[in-house]
């Protein structure tokens, strides 16, 4: 039983069983990618099973391709060759793998930057540019708040799911 408890706590798990991991063995397994696109969108786990299959390429390839690459432009580049991988499930597998240079990009953390009024030039969902810029952004206003690149990507999801259209304070005030 101890070894499935892991799984509980599955962003601790990610952060720092997978992260070492990958840093040990400079592949991960595919349980341990797996993990990773569960924890960022489990719905599209058949799909992205689909497109590694596709290419041909076993994750530990896929991964160990992004440990030798030397730019971030180029690890993003890996997983977007990847069909059914977009940008913000590669920039969640590329957070976990380097959270100190990459954040994940989705409608949580784009909303809870709008309700701060910071802009986000063009659709880092579509572009690599565009990505990029959010993650600079983030990383700029991270300082302010005197927080890791991680601990202010998860503000933003806190944010968007307690303060956001349909979050938990307006959710909340339904009930009496």
Do not use: H
């Not at 892991?6 to 990958?22: A, G, I, M, P």
């Not at 977009?86 to 909303?111: C, H, M, Q």
């Not at 969902?125 to 990383?139: A, R, T």
């Amino acid at each position: 039983m101890e070894k499935y408890f892991k799984y509980y706590f599955l962003e601790d798990y990610l952060f720092k069983t997978v992260n070492k991991n990958f840093y040990e063995n400079k592949y991960l397994t595919p349980e341990e990618f797996l993990a990773i696109i569960i924890w960022k969108r489990n719905a599209s786990k058949t799909k992205v099973i689909k497109g590694i299959n596709a290419s041909g390429k076993s994750v530990k390839t896929i991964t160990n391709e992004i440990y030798k690459s030397t730019s971030r432009e180029e690890k993003l580049q890996i997983l977007l060759g990847i069909k059914n991988i977009g940008i913000a499930l590669a920039s969640a597998v590329l957070t976990v793998l380097y959270p100190d240079e990459f954040t994940v990009f989705d409608y949580r953390a784009k909303n809870s930057l709008e309700t701060l009024n910071i802009q986000i030039k063009g659709n880092p969902d579509n572009k690599p540019k565009d990505y990029f810029n959010y993650v600079d952004i983030c990383e700029e206003q991270r300082k302010k708040y005197n927080l890791s690149l991680r601990d202010f990507d998860r503000t933003l999801w806190a944010t968007d799911f307690y303060a956001g259209k349909g979050g938990l304070k307006e959710t909340a005030k339904k009930l009496k």
